[in-house]
């Protein structure tokens, strides 16, 4: 069926929270009048209401069945899952987020999730296998051909993040000796291409990846040609290991929509295409956005508020940490506090234009780095922009703020410490900002796990110190 | 040619830079030589180096050069794009970020610009039509026949943002009534068939579309079958000022490699493709990324210092603004300050621990919003998940917060109000943290920008505020 126009999605959202509405009521009812002699009445028509519901979300797509409980809260969710025949039920779990399939996984009895399963084919079983108890995933790949068992069973040794996870191996290949008449025949007998084929890749007798031919031109081939004439050998291939990211980078720089995937012996074992490229680029700029607010993983919205609250506590704790050593650093000055009061409303604004800048010089950074643009040889050369941008702001800001200080203290002495203690932690925050992420990069972390958190951490830490200190030096 | 698998770039970026590092030497050389008749021996030289840069940079793909252009800096780059020759420096031209377009197209004489724009196809010329001045692109547009010309001046009419500036022209449509052998036929004749083509669309007599054939479809089709027997009719399609977001999520949601783009009647225009809604997700994404740190544009890495500063300043002014509240709020409770100093020292505790966990509640609304998942009608229950963590978070970390007073000053009044305003700070997170994207969202804004920048205010001025008032409620 058509996939849905986003104003008829929310149509349909809003069309299914009717059927919820309507039949949640009911079902509050039915849990006041447990007694089985009343409410019989009611029951019926609580079941006539299910059915609505299940009727209608039949005609959906889906990828909307999908989006639609990623929407809605836990309680309606189970209700709609609950609703969803076994086909439409498995669709639809591929195609929704790893924390909110866990959650549905979880609501599910054996029995139905067994059925719900067995309808995936084995590139999607092997998808999802990560979120699977290993005794189940056996059951499941024990139906399938030898071929699709081994292929199910290898998929956990591929490490997460491998071009080999995004891969499938729904591929068609052709052969170099064949002629383009002899391919069509080919693809007829089978009666259908593979979904999303742009082009056929072509190995040789020992299976091994030789080119590919672009439907297009096989489609106007003289069907006498052969197949090694038509095909283009140059094409950019990825190996079973090689990392997801270059395969995104691969893909957006040179406008791919499909890639064959070798093995060391270069061997075609599989295909990457454009839509599941587009899922994973999709996922890692938004894990930037969440890792560098301090988030470890994309989180169900309607997650359970305990799961919420401890996808947040290992970045909380380091923040505390690092916070309570700036407030230590304060401690130590609060005998030039006690000197001079104004010092302690003064000094979070150097610490708030230093954790600003910062923050910015490190989404510059984490983002080069994603984008695969800062090689380290360039690092140097940024690191003096950074500085000489961090000193032109600091001269500007740090003058405004230091007469701001004046103007409210009455003091010049206060303003010029003002102005120094800014000058001095932007700089501090364009050397952290930039080698923080870049240090983190280096040791083949994520550079947006951490490198926010520990940029405020030094900003505050040294625009406390620093501020205190000059006052201590100067003003005292 | 074959485009570089990742540590070839990186190796053929070493070797630019060896070739530049070579010329660049005897660049100097030649400078401090400025008399004519010094220097022949090195002149040649020199331009035996260029000579030699240039052959080697005619075997790189041109979005391999766009990569080598974005990491190298200014100098480095206007001496690379000097050696390119037009046809390579136009494949180029399109494929670089915006900002390093533009400081190529500031740093080239008007007659060769004029030469490498005259390489561009309509479609590319279209797409770079928002940084070129509005005279060369209608000298650029002459050469083109009517269609194309009209194509490449209507352009400036779509609005930032819509599906038509995602669009291509170049598609190729079949007709209905025609069979299955008549339409290839006619895509023989063409010769090949466009790039980034898995599937044709289907036109009636006046044009307006009528659904799509994939390729693996019209090539293993009987050429008696008509094409409206192979067509599929319920396709996704999207008009001309549709938001490119809807695109996105459609392209990510329904695994779309390409789709048709019609007019207010329903008459095929153009076409989508993958690799441009790619281009698009990633770009929004990251500027998610960027907008949350308070930077307005993507700014490249290597950018006049003043241009990067200049990004910088309209957040960091509005921070600024808020910083000056806080210090102010501060300000107000000096004579507290003055009589209990630890106050000054574990009040920026208060305020970080807030900003820290709303700046998670933001990432996570900000990351919703943008997949699309988050509906009106979920916003409530979302603020009282929010509220609950916070509470919960509150109740743990405001605890062990007052602990660490209460054992650093001996005072378990401090700890009490520490732990109480720390509470009452994350559930005032909580609420910003909700409430500021959504209604961004809501105004039409980009919920990334500005967020994080009003965030911090709440909880720096709620957070001196809560603690500093609580103090001299209870604790003088």
Redesign the interface.
Known sequence: ???A??DRL?QQ??EV?GLLAKHGLLESVARRQQTPRSGLLEEMQRRQNLVELEMRLRTF?P??I??IL????PDDRILVWGQLKAALASAALV?VSEPVREALIESTSAERLFAILSELDADDLRYLSASMPEPLLSELAAKFDAQDRSWVEESRSYPEGSTARLMTQDVLSLHAPQTAGEA?AG??QL???P????RLFVVDARNLLAGAV???????ADPAAEISSLMDP???RFHLYDPAE?VA?????????SAPVVDDRGKLIGRV???S???F??AS??N???G????RT??D???P??D??RN??P??AV??AT??I???I??GF?GT??QL?????????V???GG??G??T???V???L??????I??AW??MR?EL??GL??GA??GT??GL?AMV?YHSAPLGLVMTSAVLLNLLNAAIVGVLVPLALSQAGRDP?QGSS?VL?FAT?SMG?FLFLGLAQLFLL
């Open positions: 069926m058509e996939p126009p986003a929310e959202i809003e929270k797509h990828a909307d999908a989006s990623e929407s809605i809260p195609e069509v693809v007829r009666g259908s291409l979904a999303h084929t742009d672009p439907l297009g031109v096989l489609l106007v140059d094409i950019r270059e980078t691969a893909f957006e720089r040179y406008d791919l929509l295409t454009a839509d490229v587009m899922d680029i999709r700029s938004e930037n956005v969440l560098l607010a301090g988030l994309a989180e919205l309607f997650a508020v305990l919420s609250a947040r506590w970045w909380l923040n505390l916070a309570f700036a407030s230590r304060i401690g609060e506090i006690q009061v104004p010092l302690a409303a003064l000094m979070p604004i610490a708030s234009v600003n800048t923050n910015q490190v989404a510059l984490v983002r080069a994603a984008l695969d643009q800062l090689k040889g360039s050369h940024l922009k000489t941008v032109l702001n500007l800001w405004l703020i701001f409210v947006a958190v405020t505050d406390f």
